[in-house]
């Protein structure tokens, strides 16, 4: 209550001025209603060099399928910027460059030693507002997991790693883990 009273004073003062503020990066961005369906629109731009985008545009569609979103793709250039698109009835415009990795931790002690296999993410996620295409909120999440040699797979890591995300983004969000 005390943000939205500083804020609304704040954009008073300035229009009065004849000038205009960004929102005050200290208020939050509701993206979900409170029946949870979702007050955005959601762009996605999944980049790595080691990890098949497919298989995370495949378990984020099927979140967004769930949440009834449509996943519009972008370039990680245009991630960065207030995606064009005809006019919603959506308050926000929600982008994400998703880069998931898979590689080995070095072992510098040894020159050609290797250490265990390492799967990690890390998400960058901006919150446009759709009248003003203003940026309001960035967020970064990122996680590293060590892989258990003997698991053989990668996809339990990766799956983890999506849900570990859609926690942060979608917090009443719970889809049991894939058997």
Same mark, same amino acid.
């Given at each position: &209550? ?16 004849? &000038?205009?503020?960004?929102?005050? $990066? ?85 020159? $050609? ?25 960035? &967020? ?40």
């Amino acid at each position: &209550m005390r943000c939205r009273a500083m804020v609304f004073g704040i954009l008073s003062v300035l229009a009065l001025q004849g &000038m205009s503020a960004p929102v005050h $990066a200290g208020c939050g961005v509701q993206l979900f209603a409170d029946n949870g369906s979702p007050r955005f629109s959601f762009y996605l731009a999944c980049v790595s060099k080691t990890v098949n985008c497919e298989i995370i545009e495949r378990k984020l569609g099927d979140w967004a399928d769930e949440r009834q979103l449509t996943v519009h793709d972008l370039t990680p250039d245009e991630a960065a910027r207030f995606p064009a698109e005809p006019a919603t009835d959506q308050p926000y415009r929600v982008t994400v460059r998703y880069a998931p990795e898979m590689g080995s931790v070095s072992n510098s002690l040894e020159s $050609a030693s290797t250490g265990a296999p390492v799967v990690s993410y890390a998400a960058t996620v901006r919150v446009f507002d759709v009248a003003s295409g203003k940026l309001l909120k960035t &967020m970064n999440w990122h996680k590293e997991t060590m892989v258990d040699r003997d698991q053989g797979a990668a996809n339990p890591y990766l799956d983890a790693q999506v849900r570990d995300f859609l926690k942060h983004l979608d917090p009443t969000y719970t889809k049991p883990p894939a058997s």
